[in-house]
């Protein structure tokens, strides 16, 4: 199975920073990589699709990066709202479609 | 407006047997892969099972594998999971997702709010 390391686990940053998490898949993925926004006591979100496509109605300050085994999230300004747990989730030809632990952003 | 409603969950001794449903409408059903993603109490995903626009492919995690059934009815717009011989460790809240493409091998684009399921004697 692929394994799917995040980092950080967790993260406090203030408004309007730039903010960035990682996620190594332990083999190549090509770009088979999502990312996810689950805020507190709600369902997740997608938010990033294919390594770097945004899903439609999601804003621009979120982005993603990346192909092979390292990709990148970053939030360009965060805001208020973007308290919340955030997955990268890979899903190459063969299951399982597996989820990184997650990375809990708070706000200072 | 894409609506997925689970439903089925609750409190069931071990070994026992349960089956959720989700309620799919706003979206040409037959269309799309669907699965059963899952979150422990406190814990993070975990992706369980997926099944493919017509049910061709089923695929499934090794540790439910044999104990969990994935099934759909597209004349229905529902997607099925039978959970058998329950264990501690299935106790979870267990999401209903759309695929964006007829295969399993996609990114999930909506969720359900989700139906929780509790293991206890």
């Known amino acids: 199975d692929i394994q799917m390391t995040q980092s950080p686990s967790s993260l406090s940053a203030s408004v309007g920073d730039r903010v960035t998490i990682t996620c190594q898949a332990s083999?190549?993925?090509?770009?088979?990589l999502n990312w996810y926004q689950q805020k507190p006591g709600k369902a997740p979100k997608l938010l990033i699709y294919d390594a770097s496509n945004l899903e439609t109605g999601v804003p621009s300050r979120f982005s993603g990066s990346g192909s092979g085994t390292d990709f990148t999230f970053t939030i360009s300004s965060l805001q208020p709202e973007d308290l919340a747990t955030y997955y990268c989730q890979q899903y190459d030809n063969l299951p399982p479609y597996t989820f990184g632990q997650g990375t809990k952003l708070e706000i200072k | 407006e894409v609506l997925l409603v689970e439903s089925g969950g609750g409190l069931v001794q071990p070994g026992r047997s349960l089956r959720l449903s989700c309620a799919a409408s706003g979206f040409t059903f037959d269309d799309y892969a669907m699965h059963w993603v899952r979150q422990a109490p406190g814990k993070g995903l975990e992706w369980v099972s997926g099944i493919s626009w017509n049910s061709g492919n089923r695929v499934y995690l090794d540790s439910v594998r044999g104990r969990f059934t994935i099934s759909r009815d597209n004349a229905k717009n529902s997607l099925y999971l039978q959970i058998n011989s329950l264990r501690a460790e299935d106790m979870a809240l267990y999401y209903c997702?759309?695929?964006?493409?007829?295969?399993?091998?996609?990114?999930?684009?909506?969720w359900g709010q989700g139906t929780l399921v509790t293991v206890s004697s």
């Open positions: 997702a759309k695929g964006m493409r007829p295969v399993p091998a996609a990114p999930f684009d909506y």
């Open positions: 083999q190549d993925i090509s770009n088979y």
